[in-house]
């Protein structure tokens, strides 16, 4: 019986081996017939080229085959294998379905992305915009010249011969097969300095499909491994892997030097450890955006950067009163940190107890590692208990303790309330909950370095107020990264089903749900806390990875307004962007030990939230989405710094994704939420954090073959 795979293997062997475009700048065109590659010739008029082989019998099709099947179902690299930018190797090698919706990160995700326009038109992006299978955004940029690129967009490296290399299953395309479909044609990849763009080219179609457009920043690594080829006059061929830190992963097969001219462009463009802002496609693009009536806004550089720029304006809004009141509140702002020079990762505008002397604070802030002392981040609606942050103490093997540092502790108990309850409280006997979001052994571990954690007994005795301290235990950045990586192996494998294991069991032994559970059960804690009238101090040890966690998620739980479209994108603003996470180190740095997933995990958070109170949010899942997706786009200038200090410099240059939600708000509305419950608390039980929590199918498994049954 013949093998159903010899028809692909007669057509890899002719047209897969076809020589390079004249624009690849390794190409050698002798062989190349005429009007082969001319851009002149319509494409169903090009003449196909059989590249001449020699005496030697080549190498049998049926196996050919099969090696490609086997290197794209993510085998462990050869000795003889290339050397990928990263030295692991994909779990394997998924290829998404042609039709399926895909994330923009990929602003030009559209079917007939490479039309070549007579002028300029605007394109608007995939329906379904950032997030797939949700509320349409309308995206769209110009286009110029030839080519359907996008504003400011440039080709770097184009490539005509190559094949996708899908999985051993449905391609999407129509129920046909790999055997039928996936390598029978000539596909063509497009290295931009916005994106990698990967097409399918039918020979009598004028448009060609656009499969996957894959932005720089949004492309984790690179793996190559060279396929055996026993004939002597064929040109060598590499298969080549490109994962993306969405999870989607494409392989292409071509020829061996296409395969190092790739990779050297984008070790270049997309892997260098060099991060420059200049180098970002948001720094030379412009978006117009599409809205409700047909109406094209142009989306300013300036535009979204100053709408939350302000801490004040959210203790406003919680006090019920203006700055000039605040002091009756017990609190007030410092100038210290105006120009930067007493926390460089903290916001300009910091507030900080009535009771502590600017001397006092910037002695505090010598005691505590990075020199992120006590700061408010959240207050209750007309005042009351209040969540403060900060990063450890040196207490060091000596547990050494600072008189600056208590007296900024003891003024904690109170700030936030009225004075005129104040004395009420003080007879009743002070109280402050110190919420140390490491587990103790890791805390004690760090006095070796000079850190360290608070002690409630020292407090007590020195202060005498009563101070209790407790561990949240959830893990370093270095333990999220590691299940991270796992739940993407996991993720992958939903498409492609190769174990005994059950899906779901290995998706819980990635521990990434158990991180999950770790991190709402304290933001919780927090909740609860603040919610029974008691102050919170929260830390880790640098106060800018698992602080902004607790922080953000609790007052999520607390206040309703953080609940809104526009409320959500203050929080992240103010307590991940303002105080200072480390977006360009966790995410941006390649081949980092700072690498991690921490934002992800907040968003991931935030969705399990809106499982368990589906009517308590005003925006849908897809905002999250949208939000993870910008991350990685290249498009926005939001998520790439450290802190505020390091945003002035974006500011002019790069539009701001803020400007984007808050113009196209509309797109991401829950249609099950009560208003009413703006005014509410949402505190997740201990059971329902256990049995509700689940894995972020619109996000994880969003790219998963349509031919595959997901697992039930």
């Known amino acids: 019986m013949a093998s159903p795979l010899l028809p692909v293997a007669r057509r890899l062997g002719r047209d897969l081996l076809a020589v390079r475009s004249p624009l690849s700048p390794c190409g050698n065109n002798a062989r190349v017939r005429k009007g082969l590659l001319d851009n002149s010739v319509p494409p169903h008029k090009r003449a196909r080229c059989t590249p001449t082989v020699g005496k030697e019998n080549p190498a049998p099709a049926n196996a050919r085959v099969e090696e490609l099947r086997r290197h794209g ?52 992006c995939e329906p379904g915009g950032f997030a797939p299978a949700s509320p349409q955004l309308a995206l769209e940029s110009i286009q110029h010249g030839r080519g359907g690129l996008l504003h400011g967009e440039h080709v770097l490296l184009r490539l005509r011969a190559l094949a996708i290399v899908t999985e051993d299953g449905d391609t999407g395309a129509g129920g046909a097969r790999p055997a039928e479909c996936a390598l029978d044609l000539q596909d063509e990849l497009l290295v931009t300095n916005y994106a990698v763009r990967v097409q399918r080219r039918r020979p009598c179609a004028r448009a060609y499909p656009l499969l996957w457009c894959m932005p720089l920043l949004c492309i984790e690594r690179m793996d190559a491994h060279k396929l055996s080829d026993s004939s002597s006059g064929t040109r060598k061929l590499a298969l080549v892997q490109l994962a993306c830190h969405d999870v989607r992963k494409v392989a292409c097969a071509m020829h061996a030097d296409d395969a190092k001219e790739l990779k050297r462009v984008l070790q270049d463009n997309a892997f260098s450890s060099l991060f420059k802002h200049s180098r970002i496609f948001a720094s030379v693009h412009r978006l117009r955006i599409m809205l409700p009536g047909s109406t094209v806004h142009a989306l300013d550089a300036r535009q979204g950067w100053e709408t939350f720029a302000t801490i004040e304006g959210e203790i406003e809004r919680s006090l019920g009163c203006s700055a ?37 604070l910037a002695a505090c802030a010598a005691f505590r590692t990075k020199g992120r002392l006590p700061a408010l981040t959240w207050i209750s609606h007309g005042g009351g208990a209040a969540i403060w942050r900060s990063s450890q103490p040196k207490a060091g093997m000596l547990n050494s303790t600072s008189a600056a540092d208590d007296k900024l502790v003891l003024a904690l108990c109170s700030a936030g309330m009225r004075l005129s309850e104040t004395a009420d409280l003080r007879e009743q006997g002070l109280r402050l909950r110190i919420v140390d979001c490491r587990p103790k052994v890791n805390a004690v571990a760090n006095r070796a370095r000079g850190g360290g954690h608070s002690y409630a007994g020292g407090y007590t005795e020195r202060c005498g107020v009563s101070v209790s301290v407790d561990f949240m235990g959830i893990e370093n950045i270095h333990a999220m990264s590691s299940s991270l ?44 806390t603040v919610l029974g009238g008691t102050s919170v101090l929260v830390h880790c040890s640098d106060g800018w990875d698992r602080t902004s966690q607790l922080c953000a998620l609790s007052q999520l739980m607390l206040d309703g307004r953080c609940r809104t479209t526009l409320g959500f994108c203050r929080l992240i603003e103010k307590d991940w962007i303002r105080f200072g996470h480390r977006f360009r180190a966790r995410v941006h740095l390649r081949d980092s030990e700072n690498n991690s997933p921490v934002f992800l995990q907040f968003l991931d958070c935030c969705w399990q939230l809106l499982q368990i109170f589906p009517s308590a949010f005003e925006f849908s899942s897809s905002l999250l989405v949208m939000i993870a997706d910008s991350i990685h786009s290249g498009c926005f200038g939001t998520f790439l710094t450290n802190c505020e200090h390091d945003k002035a410099e974006l500011a002019p240059h790069m539009p701001s994704l803020w400007a984007l939600v808050e113009l196209r708000a509309g797109d991401h509305v829950n249609f099950k939420y009560v208003p009413s419950t703006c005014t509410s608390t949402i505190i997740p039980s201990t059971v329902q954090v256990h049995r509700i929590v689940s894995l972020w199918a619109p996000y994880w498994l969003r790219f998963a073959a349509a031919g595959h049954s997901l697992p039930s």
């Not at 007030?332 to 002397?357: F, G, H, I």
Request: charged fraction near 20%.
């Open 485 to 528: 990586a796992k739940l993407k192996m996991a993720c992958t494998s939903a498409c492609e089903p190769s174990s005994s294991t059950p899906w779901l069991v290995t998706v819980e032994q990635t521990k990434w749900l158990h991180h999950l559970r770790t991190v709402l059960l304290g933001s919780a804690s927090v909740a609860a």
């Open 324 to 360: 000039a009141r605040f002091a009756e509140f017990g609190i007030r702002r410092t100038a210290l940190n105006s120009r930067y020079e007493l926390c460089k990762s903290y916001p300009s505008q910091l507030y900080v107890p009535v009771a502590c002397s600017d001397e006092e």
């Open 73 to 124: 179902q993510g085998s462990k690299r050869s000795p003889g294998a290339m050397g990928g930018v990263d030295a692991s190797a994909g779990a394997s090698a998924t290829c998404c379905s042609p039709g399926a919706t895909w994330s923009p990160s990929a602003m030009a995700c559209t079917t007939d992305a490479f039309q070549e326009p007579s002028d300029d038109r605007l394109l608007a």
